[in-house]
């Protein structure tokens, strides 16, 4: 294996990339951050990183330290709009000793949840095709000051865990960011095709578990 660290935007990548490498590669990876030691994957608490000064005066020595001990930077951020954001990080790397993949699968628009959706277990598809008809429901229902809000998407991530977990208070703790287990089969597929590209890229710098 090839000495990397990974920068995410939140906690959320954090555990999900955590659970992921444990899966793929057999590693157990430390979380790390502004606010707590540095670790294998470095949370640098949202999007814009490159243009806050404050965050840079701590991230720029650690990425020329990396790059001059053979630690790679690795950044994999949500694409958002894919096309803005690829440039921002072309623009990047010609300053800074980094590599990166844009979520879902470095070609597309979304962001970590766009990739959650599409690597559910399909036992449980008819869970979204529910939330899809509350949606839709949302959407063609009027109120006397307009239109209502269809809920963001780590909402119906939300709702997926939480239809899927029991009611005590151990369960429900499942549903949070921090506490979610990717490498339960019975909710979610580490081996869905929608992971082909995140995968071809971390094979660079992983190794597959024999």
Not at 84 to 108: A, G, R, V
């Amino acid at each position: 294996m090839k000495k990397v660290q990974i920068f995410v935007e939140g906690v959320a990548d954090q555990k999900f990339f955590q659970d992921l490498l444990n899966d793929w590669y057999g590693i157990e990876l430390s979380l790390g951050g502004f606010q707590k030691a540095n670790g294998d994957i470095f949370n640098v608490e949202g999007k814009g990183i490159f243009d806050d000064k404050n965050k840079m005066r701590l991230i720029d020595p650690m990425l020329k330290l990396n790059d001059t001990t053979g630690v790679k930077n690795l950044f994999i951020f949500d694409a958002d709009t894919f096309e803005i954001e690829s440039q921002n990080f072309e623009k990047y790397k010609s300053q800074f000793p980094i590599d990166h993949f844009l979520l879902p699968d470095n070609q597309s628009n979304g962001d970590l949840e766009t990739l959650l959706e599409q690597i559910i277990n399909q036992d449980n598809k008819v869970i979204f095709d529910c939330w899809d008809g509350y949606e839709s429901c949302l959407k063609s229902s009027k109120r006397k000051n307009g239109s209502f809000t269809t809920p963001a998407r780590k909402t119906k991530i939300y709702a997926y865990l939480e239809a899927l977990l029991g009611d005590s208070k151990n369960q429900k703790k499942k549903i949070k960011e921090t506490e979610r287990d990717y490498r339960d089969k019975s909710h979610w597929d580490l081996n869905s095709p929608a992971l082909t590209k995140l995968k071809q890229f971390l094979d660079q710098y992983f190794q597959n578990k024999s």
